[in-house]
Structures are given as structure tokens and as C-alpha cells.
């Protein structure tokens, strides 16, 4: 697309462009779960926001884990208000592709999604995912609490030593604070459900994470 960008700085937000007031349109309910995409969520559910490469491919991982409520895909990590996919794609907005995963905690753990992330995706290398180049395909883990940041840090630690003992190199992931998630066109949520041949550049290293494993 000619929009795409292979950018490897994220701008300034004096650089980004200025987006829009008004949220892009997503449909009421999930393709696979028909569960609502947008919240309110029922009560007792956590979110965790992951980015792994094309979104795509990045949601599929998680909408099919049992204590998952539903998932999405949108933009997050950046300075542009309600971005779109071309804006995104250009390199001037700041954003990351990234999956918003509703979940109950009491059926699945924080860990064990982190689990899946880690194990999705190489996330050693920088601003791209395999042939996939640009910021918005870096990989990252945004937090939405304390102990969700400190359960991010502990499992990047435990998969960098299963890697380097792999002989991969630096996980360049960022594990930040999460800033506010904008929902994708509708289009893209549940992509590859709707289109089961389409098309998904993730690519895990095939290096086992530790991490979940107690927590069931």
C-alpha cells in the first residue's frame, strides 16, 4: 500500500499528524464470539493490550483462549487521536498494530496471555515482524496496572533467557503504561474469520516461554 511507511524513529508528537475528534465506527458485536466489541464489559473482567506485528494475525491467538471474553484490534501507543489504518501505516502517527483482549482473570491468568504474546511473534526484532517493516509493527506490552507491569517485566526477563540460550538476541519490546486504545475500521476486526485465507506475517521463534506454566 502506498501509504506504508518503513520508518524506524516513532515521530514527535509536534511531527504527528492530527487525527480527529470523532472514534472510527466498529461493528456492535464480535464475528467469532458475537460478543460486544466495544464496552461496557461485564464486571469483573481485565483487559490486557498486546502488539506483535499485523494485528491481523495477532488476534487470532487470543479469541479462542477459554476466559477470553472478546478481542479486538486497533492502534495504540501514539500521539494521533482516532487514527486510521492509512494514517497508521504512513509512520506519522506514532502508533503501534495492537489486540485489546477482554478476559476473566479466574479462568485465565495475565501470565499465560503473556504467554501466548511471547510465543506469537520474534520480538527481537526492532521496528518490523518478518517482512512486515515500520513502527507500527514493533512489539509491545501495555500495561494497565502495577502488577500487570511487573508481571510483563518478570516474563520478558525469563523468555530473554530462553532465547539467548536459543541463540537469539535482545527482545526489543516496549512494556509501557498504557495510553488509550482506538478501535480499528471495522474491516479489520476478526480479519482472518472473515477471510480465513488471508494474509498473516507472524512468525514465533519456536522457543517455549515459561511463563503461565504454574499459573494453570
Known amino acids: 500500500m502506498a501509504f506504508w511507511s518503513r520508518?524506524?524513529?516513532?515521530?514527535?508528537?509536534?511531527?504527528?499528524?492530527?487525527?480527529?475528534?470523532?472514534?472510527?465506527?466498529?461493528?456492535?458485536?464480535?464475528?467469532?464470539s458475537g460478543h460486544a466489541i466495544s464496552p461496557p464489559y461485564p464486571e469483573g473482567s481485565r483487559q490486557a493490550i498486546f502488539a506483535l506485528g499485523c494485528f491481523w494475525g495477532a488476534e487470532r491467538l487470543f479469541w479462542g483462549i477459554e476466559g477470553v471474553w472478546v478481542t479486538a484490534v486497533g492502534y495504540v501507543a501514539g500521539t494521533t487521536p482516532n487514527p486510521t489504518y492509512e494514517e497508521v501505516c504512513s509512520g506519522r502517527t506514532g502508533h503501534t498494530e495492537a489486540v485489546l483482549v477482554v478476559f476473566d482473570p479466574q479462568v485465565v491468568s495475565y501470565e499465560n496471555l503473556l504467554r501466548v504474546f511471547w510465543e506469537g511473534h520474534n520480538p527481537t526484532q526492532g521496528m518490523r515482524q518478518g517482512n512486515d517493516m515500520g513502527t507500527q509493527y514493533r512489539s509491545g506490552v501495555y500495561t494497565a496496572d502495577p502488577d500487570q507491569a511487573r508481571a510483563a517485566q518478570a516474563s520478558r526477563a525469563e523468555y530473554q533467557r530462553e532465547l539467548e540460550r536459543a541463540g537469539f538476541g535482545e527482545i526489543t519490546t516496549e512494556i509501557i503504561t498504557a495510553t488509550e486504545f482506538y478501535f480499528a475500521e471495522g474491516y479489520h476486526q476478526q480479519y482472518l474469520a472473515k477471510n480465513p485465507g488471508g494474509y498473516c506475517g507472524l512468525g514465533g521463534t519456536g522457543v517455549s516461554c515459561p511463563t503461565g506454566l504454574a499459573a494453570g
Open 7 to 32: 520508518s524506524a524513529e516513532i515521530p514527535t508528537a509536534e511531527a504527528a499528524l492530527p487525527g480527529r475528534a470523532a472514534p472510527l465506527p466498529v461493528p456492535d458485536a464480535h464475528f467469532v
